[in-house]
């Protein structure tokens, strides 16, 4: 089992088992102490017991808080003094997945930690107790609540927001605790459905609802709470690539932009780089994930990068996506600055984007594959086209932008049945 982008991955009892996150507690209890927290799908629970099982085993600590969203175990494992903090969470994933985060008090391991702990995960073998007794303590929660806090009030601010019925559920009242009236949409305990037709995936949801009830913002959470979308009052939809728009063409107005510098994947929209840069802002490029958004900003001395999928990461707060803190920043901005309106929209290029299951998604850096992309690049003139594997699906992403919609639509079909062909001869080699 290998790290992708975001930690281990796969379908519960299939690619991923207690197994699995036994040797992974192992892995990490041998340097130090551990903490651990877990979204609602049904499969979390056992999980994660079977982590604490590894880390016991293996001598070290464990602290496990429970159901929590990936970005609160992120603060709190820094906060706490934590070697590692494991969460158990397949994020956007449906709820018959399930993943391990793994977190350093820095945020997420640089390439060479992930790599460290699978030559561990290897060496390792040994099976979790069925009988491993898993104690929550919740009281940790507080520190987080408290750090989330200091945003100040909100009173007056109306916010739909989807709970995508997931690990938002632990912190479904911290809003309304700065003065804010909160429409919840799929805020449920139980797991079973998470991401199913709601959160960030299905964004129309909370975008209808924000419109009808006249709210001044809503906003969708993904299943662990690290990414955003969100609406208007007019239930306009607003991605990643336009809220880190939004948000530095504001810092920067109030001086509160480093270096005038945003950090934006590969994948971020043409249209919106050509606006920042109208608005004396400079992109700094770097590859598709968090991980690489966050590495970047600590590179670059930067305290705001994103990507086009929601995850937004505001620096001087943390460096890893909250969706529950950049929507109450977002609220804050409106009450302050105006609605989202007042601030004139980014141009946006029409893209294309097409997720294809494939036996062996490592096929998407084979040069050929590679050549036709090229190729068709080349005939486009304009417009970029991206070919590469997903870091947490056995999918190949395909993204086409071009100034014209149907060219772009002709140039991802193109390139689509061309990955199909070779995935076709590869598999029956």
């Known amino acids: 089992?290998?790290?992708?982008?975001?930690?281990?991955?796969?379908?519960?009892?299939?690619?991923?088992?207690?197994?699995?996150?036994?040797?992974?507690?192992?892995?990490?209890?041998?340097?130090?102490?551990?903490?651990?927290g877990r979204d609602n799908r049904p499969s979390s629970l056992a999980l994660a017991r079977a982590v604490a099982?590894?880390?016991?085993?293996?001598?070290?600590?464990?602290?496990?808080?429970?159901?929590?969203?990936?970005?609160?175990?992120?603060?709190?494992?820094?906060?706490m003094g934590f070697f590692r903090g494991v969460m158990v969470t397949a994020s956007h994933n449906p709820p018959s997945h399930n993943g391990l985060k793994v977190f350093t008090q820095e945020g997420k391991p640089s390439n060479t930690e992930r790599t460290a702990i699978e030559d561990a995960l290897r060496a390792i073998a040994g099976?979790?107790?069925?009988?491993?007794?898993?104690?929550?303590?919740?009281?940790?929660?507080?520190?987080?609540?408290?750090?989330?806090?200091?945003?100040?009030?909100?009173?007056?601010?109306?916010?739909?927001v989807d709970y995508a019925g997931g690990a938002g559920f632990a912190f479904g009242g911290l809003l309304s605790t700065l003065g804010a009236t909160v429409i919840p949409l799929n805020l449920r305990k139980d797991g079973g459905k998470i991401n199913e037709g709601c959160g960030a995936?299905?964004?129309?949801?909370?975008?209808?609802?924000t419109r009808i009830r006249k709210a001044n913002l809503g906003f969708a959470l993904d299943g662990d709470?690290?990414?955003?979308?969100?609406?208007?009052?007019?239930?306009?939809?607003?991605?990643?690539?336009?809220?880190?728009?939004?948000l530095a063409v504001r810092m920067k107005a109030r001086g509160a932009l480093n270096k005038?510098?945003?950090?934006?994947?590969?994948?971020?929209?043409?249209?919106?780089?050509?606006?920042?840069?109208?608005?004396?802002?400079?992109?700094?490029?770097?590859?598709?994930?968090?991980?690489?958004?966050?590495?970047t900003m600590q590179a670059e001395g930067l305290n705001l990068g994103g990507e086009q999928s929601g995850h937004i990461i505001l620096g001087d707060y943390m460096m890893t996506g909250d969706a529950?803190?950049?929507?109450?920043?977002?609220?804050?901005?409106?009450?302050?600055?105006?609605?989202?309106?007042?601030?004139?929209?980014?141009?946006?290029?029409?893209?294309?984007?097409?997720?294809?299951?494939?036996?062996?998604?490592?096929?998407?850096?084979?040069?050929?594959?590679?050549?036709?992309?090229?190729e068709i690049k080349e005939k486009l003139g304009e417009g970029r086209v991206l070919l590469r594997a997903s870091g947490t699906e056995?999918?190949?992403?395909?993204?086409?932008?071009?100034?014209?919609?149907?060219?772009?639509?002709?140039?991802?079909?193109?390139?689509?049945?061309?990955?199909?062909?070779?995935?076709?001869?590869?598999?029956?080699?």
Request: net charge negative; charged share 20%; glycine share 8%.
């Open 260 to 295: 005038n510098k945003v950090a934006l994947t590969v994948m971020t929209n043409g249209g919106v780089l050509k606006s920042l840069s109208d608005e004396g802002i400079t992109p700094v490029s770097c590859a598709v994930g968090d991980s690489a958004v966050a590495e």
């Open 53 to 79: 099982c590894g880390v016991m085993e293996s001598g070290g600590t464990y602290l496990s808080v429970g159901l929590v969203t990936t970005p609160a175990l992120c603060y709190l494992t820094r906060e």
């Open 1 to 36: 089992m290998k790290f992708g982008t975001d930690g281990i991955r796969g379908i519960y009892g299939e690619e991923l088992t207690e197994r699995t996150a036994y040797r992974l507690g192992v892995a990490l209890g041998r340097e130090g102490s551990v903490l651990i």
């Open 201 to 209: 995936l299905y964004p129309e949801l909370c975008a209808r609802e």
């Open 394 to 429: 056995p999918l190949i992403r395909i993204m086409v932008e071009h100034p014209n919609k149907s060219a772009a639509l002709c140039a991802a079909e193109r390139l689509k049945e061309a990955v199909l062909s070779y995935s076709h001869q590869a598999s029956t080699r």
């Open 324 to 374: 529950l803190y950049v929507g109450a920043t977002l609220l804050k901005s409106i009450k302050e600055e105006g609605p989202l309106s007042k601030t004139p929209a980014p141009t946006v290029y029409p893209q294309v984007r097409l997720d294809l299951p494939v036996p062996n998604k490592k096929i998407a850096v084979e040069p050929a594959l590679q050549a036709v992309a090229a």
């Open 225 to 246: 709470g690290d990414r955003i979308i969100a609406a208007d009052q007019e239930g306009n939809i607003w991605d990643g690539d336009r809220l880190c728009y939004l």
């Open 127 to 160: 099976e979790p107790s069925a009988a491993f007794p898993l104690t929550d303590d919740p009281a940790p929660l507080t520190l987080y609540e408290d750090r989330f806090r200091k945003i100040g009030s909100l009173k007056g601010m109306t916010a739909v």
